[in-house]
């Protein structure tokens, strides 16, 4: 800092206080910086394809891809040596298999439970959360059991998140992450798991997850259904912040080992009013469309990926997320932690 000045009797605010001390070389902003980024506060999502597909590059979302069941170890190895420490598993099943009740999700050798235990043999220390609702399963690509008039009816749709679960539970899963907003599921998921036995199993609630239009390449990802499909019925409303508070704490109350956010850069101030209730874990979800934003962004040169992102992801930890669902985790490991 410069000792000298050209108007000695300029009065400049309270020239004893000089917040720019802190600021003026980098060892010291270092010394000062309040949060930081880790691997291990990230958890990468992976869309998983039926065995015999091939790998396929989803235009929406540049970098990420539909990995097929045969490729599955050799992409997780890469994952690991990167220091990851979770993934988060969807799965692209086939057409075929898809119908109205979505029963295909707790085929007992359905796509997704050959594949959670695929992973644990060969990575056990890989810790793998997966997504609870019925929508990569349903031919209308809504997360429950919907009546005539296509409205999802909360109970059965409960029930069927059940038996997702305790099927997940049984290969060998570590978080069951319900994503579908039915009212009473973290509990009833809770108790089913428990009277099986699967006492370990944790649940990672998508507790605030709002009726988003970011969630839009996600939906071409897994082939989902429109997407405009409406979920409002079910999922949040952007303009709210106090049924997000409400809904963490009742699944807090229900069971809920950790709760989650979602999406993440447009609900910051959720994810800190949250943090201010809660004494668990607060996960924050960078979905699909934030993630098309920047990488877009970045392919046309109009921002510096690197500081672009990392400015994102560091805005999340100090809104008060503690773990950070991201597309960005690998890309992240390799280029700037
Ligand atoms: C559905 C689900 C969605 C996402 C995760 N789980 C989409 C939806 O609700 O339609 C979106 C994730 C993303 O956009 O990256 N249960």
Redesign the pocket.
């Known amino acids: 800092m410069t000792r000298y000045r050209t108007y000695p009797d300029l009065k400049i605010g309270n020239s004893h206080i000089r917040p720019r001390r802190l600021r003026q070389n980098e060892q010291i902003r270092a010394l000062v910086q309040e949060n930081s980024l880790q691997k291990s506060d990230l958890i990468y999502?992976m869309f998983i394809s039926e065995k015999g597909t091939k790998k396929y590059d989803i235009p929406s979302l540049p970098g990420i891809s539909r990995i097929p069941f045969d490729d599955l170890l050799h992409e997780i190895q890469e994952i690991q040596n990167l220091g990851i420490k979770g993934i988060m598993l969807?799965p692209v099943v086939d057409p075929s298999v898809k119908d109205p009740t979505g029963k295909e999700s707790y085929n007992p050798n359905g796509l997704m439970q050959n594949s959670i235990r695929k992973i644990k043999e060969n990575f056990p220390n890989i810790l793998i959360f997966v997504?609870?609702?019925?929508?990569?399963y349903t031919t209308h690509?809504h997360?429950g059991i919907t009546n005539d008039a296509g409205y999802v009816l909360n109970d059965e749709t409960v029930e069927a998140l059940c038996k997702q679960s305790l099927s997940y539970a049984s290969c060998g899963v570590d978080f069951v992450c319900p994503?579908?907003m039915m009212d009473g599921r973290i509990g009833a998921i809770r108790s089913a798991l428990d009277k099986e036995g699967y006492i370990g199993t944790s649940i990672l609630a998508?507790s605030a997850?709002f009726?988003?239009a970011?969630?839009?390449?996600?939906?071409e990802?897994?082939s989902?259904?429109a997407r405009g499909?409406d979920?409002k019925t079910y999922?949040l409303n952007p303009s709210n912040s106090r049924e997000a508070v409400k809904e963490a704490l009742l699944d807090i109350e229900e069971g809920a080992d950790m709760v989650m956010i979602?999406?993440g850069l447009p609900y910051l101030d959720i994810v800190t009013k949250v943090k201010n209730e809660v004494h668990i874990p607060v996960t924050i979800?960078?979905?699909?469309?934030?993630?098309a934003l920047l990488k877009n962004a970045a392919l046309h040169n109009l921002i510096d990926e690197k500081a672009a992102v990392y400015e994102t992801l560091i805005s999340m930890k100090r809104a008060g997320a503690d773990l950070i669902?991201t597309?960005y985790a690998k890309w992240v490991c390799e280029n700037i932690l």
């Open positions: 999502p969807f997504d609870v609702a019925l929508d990569p690509g997360d994503s579908d998508y997850k009726a988003s970011f969630y839009g390449p996600f939906r990802a897994v989902s259904g499909l979920k999922q979602k999406p979800y960078q979905v699909s469309g934030e993630y669902i597309y």
